[in-house]
């Protein structure tokens, strides 16, 4: 999943959520250098990526783009699945997404000490061009592959991937709803488990 899901499925700890949205970046036992809610996010945001790298409907999505982006197809499909969650957020969410990101933009400068240095660094252009509100829609999400494509040296095509978003719009949107739900049950159970240690 990308960033806006991970962040979702965090609850409503701030430094759950930022543990969560960092993760990528921290390696190994790193985490353990991390106050104990960040890493609790850091052990979540694991959990959500072993879940739906494993599952069998991301698959099916991957799949379909995978003649063409070959490796790059996880990538592609953990921000398409990011926009179907923006474009359909009342379904999720009882307050704005505007709202939602705003809150999480907040927290990220409240905690700015915290966030390490490569976050440090994309935080100012991810709230300038809010990147989470942009999402929402397909030309949003044309920018954001554009930018991953280059972020590669344009060898993945990434930037061409909107074409497969518009042709198999249903299909996707559906996969994404039906393993969205599964993943919610699944992340809250493990989220319990964490914060129960």
């Known amino acids: 999943m990308n960033f806006l899901a991970h962040i979702y499925l965090s609850g409503e700890n701030d430094l759950v959520t930022?543990?969560?949205?960092?993760?990528?970046?921290?390696?190994?036992k790193d985490y353990k250098e991390f106050p104990t809610e960040?890493?609790?996010?850091?052990?979540?945001?694991?959990?959500?990526?072993?879940?739906?790298?494993?599952?069998?409907?991301?698959r099916l999505s991957t799949r379909r783009l995978h003649e063409k982006y070959g490796h790059y197809s996880g990538v592609i499909v953990d921000i398409l699945y990011d926009h179907f969650l923006a474009k359909n957020w009342k379904q999720?969410?009882?307050?704005p997404l505007s709202d939602y990101v705003d809150h999480f933009y907040d927290a990220l400068e409240?905690?700015?000490?915290?966030?390490?240095?490569r976050i440090q660094k994309m935080m100012p252009y991810m709230i300038a061009?809010?990147?989470?509100?942009?999402?929402?829609?397909?030309?949003?999400i044309s920018r954001v592959l554009d930018g991953m494509?280059?972020?590669t040296k344009n060898r993945s095509g990434m930037n061409e991937a909107v074409i497969?978003?518009?042709?198999?719009?249903?299909?996707f949107e559906s996969?994404?709803?039906s393993f969205f739900n599964e993943l919610i049950i699944f992340s809250n159970t493990q989220l319990k488990a964490l914060t129960a240690i």
Do not use: C, M
Not at 18 to 28: C, E, L, Q, S, T
Not at 129 to 140: F, H, T
């Open 18 to 28: 930022i543990g969560n949205f960092i993760a990528d970046g921290i390696k190994g």
């Open 38 to 58: 960040i890493q609790t996010g850091i052990l979540l945001h694991r959990q959500i990526d072993t879940f739906t790298d494993a599952h069998q409907t991301v």
């Open 149 to 151: 494509n280059r972020r």
């Open 164 to 171: 497969e978003l518009e042709t198999f719009y249903s299909e």
């Open 110 to 117: 409240r905690h700015y000490e915290i966030l390490p240095l």
């Open 92 to 95: 999720y969410s009882d307050i």
């Open 129 to 140: 061009d809010n990147w989470l509100l942009s999402y929402a829609s397909i030309s949003g």
């Open 175 to 177: 996969e994404f709803t």
